[in-house]
């Protein structure tokens, strides 16, 4: 029976102060500040509180105590703010509380499942080594927003599978594609969705390793190793000091520790050590580990870290018990528990379990969970009663409701808010990579034509953009040859024909000759030309500069970084485009004014300008070469595509003659089919 209080507000237990994200001592409760650190007025005053709460518990614990009959293994505090499961609310006593029998069919073995993020491996799943396009973008309220959608045949029938990443989740859907075949723009799949979204333009994603960088990014919250506490409490003990302070156990917490776990030797021990020293023994010699489906857990088993005498608090063990989520409460007999008499930011669920005298002599175990009012319900669901029989049935329950309750303590308010910081930053920087690694494999100029809008109906089907980038650098070029002292400003009337300002034809995954083609063209290109996107217009124009110096060597190496990187880390660099168009502007006024009072060129200029036009020439002869190498590609590639559209329909028109020949001898499955 999961029993919750009227008042749901939730206790600060072990005051409201310090960052979720810093286990620090100090800012647990009860353990003073380091020395040379005077707390804060605000620390002193959640110090007060976590006080008078613990010794509210306290008076509570020993009330309970006091009174006749058993004492019920969980106590809510007196200010609520937590829930609990498996205690009767109505009645604190158990002795009147049916024994289950050997051999009853609650004994019956079950398998209970642990809760796993299904969102966080479904691009993996359906996405990952199959044709689809990834897009990022912008919303209106500047947040990220990536999306990945592929085609899927679903029972003979046409959809497309969307999944699209949110600052604040991550939503999917397979919705089926029209009859009319005219597919929905990016933007009003993403809508489809979710309302909130609004983002103008998709940029597509067109570089090496993307899929690696979702994977990372969508697999991040998917968690393998869990350390969980565990506290020995003898009967009549109603205080922090007291649970932290037991060295001596009984052969009942022995016997449940071997049930639970393996107790392993520190320094042998070579899996995850939980935050346990493995090389020094500083955090003492033995440990509880065990491996369950495919996850590694280490247990923090209070009695088996060090002990320091004349510290009270022993805060060597609350260091790592009261830095964990979930904790298991062994109780030598059956006595009084309240989840706040541990002072602690982090704690919200505790596993409270009993040992019951049985009359057949076989070991058994009352269980009773109990966590914070924000923590949402986690199975599997206790039995009624909750008592078990020592032994599989039961290791496996403690085991899967432990990393359930981790999971779901994830759901509190304090770690939710941590889990949303952390989620926007890992999506910006998912964002923001996929960008910078789109242009520097595209080249100058990705940036714009990159961008995927909605387009009315009837536009004519735009060309590729390789012969417009190709014409965009001998325009260039002509234009250095020509006026080679002259800076010319292009961003005027010439907008509106400029092809970068063109949209395109995107696939998924390009091909590596390709990106090399581009890479190589704005490597041999940079010298002379320079593609500035205009701030905020979405068109570009060219700034052509000429300088009068010594011709330096180009640089050959700019297509490595695209080619050859394998970062997988979604917080690596992050890409800032700090040219605002700006530069572009003056520089061709500046150029127009000095093209009127300019003199002529003197003769050592003049032979500097013969010598770059040499090389310009040798490097247009060069573009040209490796302009007839794609245009063969694309060709190749064009017919492959027909090719493959051509089979594609041989195969559909098969497929259809063969259920049409299926399912004609009878209507009925005809109809159902349909």
């Known amino acids: 029976m999961v029993s919750r209080p009227d008042n749901r507000r939730s206790v600060s237990v072990g005051a409201t102060t310090g960052n979720v994200g810093?286990?620090?001592?100090?800012?647990?409760?009860?353990?003073?500040?380091?020395?040379?650190?005077?707390p804060s007025p605000g620390a002193a005053a959640a110090q007060r509180r976590v006080a008078a709460a613990c010794q509210a518990s306290r008076i509570l614990l020993e009330e309970t105590l006091a009174k006749p009959g058993t004492p019920p293994t969980i106590v809510l505090p007196p200010n609520g703010g937590y829930w609990v499961d498996g205690v009767?609310?109505?009645?604190?006593?158990e002795e009147n509380e049916p024994r289950p029998q050997p051999g009853t069919p609650r004994q019956t073995s079950r398998r209970h499942n642990i809760d796993t993020n299904d969102t966080a491996k479904y691009y993996r799943r359906y996405f990952l080594g199959k044709e689809h396009i990834n897009l990022v973008g912008t919303d209106a309220n500047q947040d990220p927003v990536v999306m990945s959608i592929m085609n899927e045949n679903v029972a003979g029938q046409d959809h497309t599978r969307i999944l699209l990443r949110l600052r604040t989740e991550t939503m999917s859907a397979l919705i089926s594609t029209p009859s009319s075949g005219i597919m929905p723009s990016p933007s009003r799949m993403a809508k489809t969705l979710s309302d909130q979204v609004n983002v103008d333009n998709f940029m597509?994603?067109?570089c090496l390793n993307a899929s690696s960088l979702i994977v990372a990014y969508d697999e991040h919250v998917l968690v393998n190793t869990f350390k969980f506490g565990v506290l020995y409490q003898k009967y009549g003990q109603t205080t922090e000091e007291e649970l932290f302070g037991n060295n001596e156990t009984s052969p009942a917490f022995d016997e449940f520790l071997e049930m639970l776990g393996q107790k392993i030797q520190l320094r042998d021990h070579r899996g995850y050590r939980g935050g346990l020293d493995i090389i020094n023994g500083h955090t003492g010699t033995e440990a509880v580990y065990e491996r369950f489906h495919d996850r590694e857990i280490m247990f923090h088993v209070a009695p088996l870290l060090p002990?320091?005498?004349?510290?009270?608090?022993?805060?060597?063990?609350?260091?790592?018990?009261?830095?964990?989520?979930?904790?298991?409460?062994?109780?030598?007999?059956?006595?009084?528990?309240?989840p706040d008499m541990i002072a602690s930011h982090f704690l919200h669920a505790f596993i409270v379990v009993t040992p019951v005298d049985a009359a057949d002599g076989e070991t058994r175990y009352k269980v009773a969970i109990t966590a914070r009012s924000d923590v949402p319900f986690f199975g599997p669901t206790l039995p009624q009663p909750p008592i078990f029989r020592k032994g599989r049935e039961l290791k496996e329950f403690l085991l899967t409701k432990l990393i359930n309750a981790e999971n779901a303590c994830y759901q509190a308010a304090k770690f939710a808010e941590l889990k949303q910081r952390t989620r926007t930053s890992l999506l910006q920087s998912l964002a923001e990579k996929l960008k910078e690694k789109t242009v520097e494999f595209l080249g100058t100029g990705a940036r714009n034509e990159g961008a995927i809008s909605p387009q009315p109906e009837g536009t004519p089907k735009q060309e590729g953009p390789g012969a417009r980038f190709i014409d965009t650098v001998k325009k260039a070029l002509i234009s250095k040859v020509r006026s080679p002292s002259v800076d010319t400003n292009l961003s005027g009337d010439s907008n509106k024909n400029n092809p970068l300002n063109k949209k395109i034809n995107l696939h998924e995954t390009p091909t590596p000759n390709?990106?090399?083609?581009?890479s190589s063209i704005a490597s041999s290109s940079a010298s002379a030309v320079s593609v500035r996107s205009a701030g905020g217009s979405g068109g570009s124009s060219p700034d052509v500069t000429s300088r009068a110096a010594a011709p330096r060597p180009r640089a050959d190496h700019s297509d490595d970084s695209s080619l050859n990187s394998v970062d997988l880390d979604p917080l690596g660099a992050v890409y800032v485009d700090s040219d605002t168009g700006l530069e572009s502007m003056s520089s061709a006024e500046a150029g127009a004014t000095a093209a009127r009072d300019a003199p002529a060129p003197a003769p050592r200029d003049a032979e500097l300008l013969r010598q770059e036009v040499c090389r310009l020439k040798n490097d247009k002869l060069d573009l040209l070469k490796q302009n007839i190498t794609w245009q063969n590609e694309i060709k190749c590639l064009r017919e492959r595509v027909m090719t493959l559209q051509a089979e594609l329909a041989a195969t559909h028109k098969e497929r259809r003659l063969r259920e049409t020949t299926t399912i004609i001898p009878n209507p009925s499955s005809h109809d159902s089919t349909a």
């Open 22 to 38: 810093e286990r620090n001592s100090y800012a647990e409760g009860r353990v003073p500040a380091p020395h040379g650190l005077p």
């Open 88 to 93: 009767e609310e109505n009645s604190s006593d």
């Open 204 to 206: 597509a994603v067109m």
């Open 307 to 338: 002990h320091t005498a004349g510290d009270a608090q022993q805060l060597q063990r609350k260091r790592h018990v009261g830095n964990d989520i979930v904790a298991i409460v062994f109780q030598e007999k059956a006595t009084p528990f309240t």
């Open 514 to 518: 390709s990106g090399r083609s581009k």
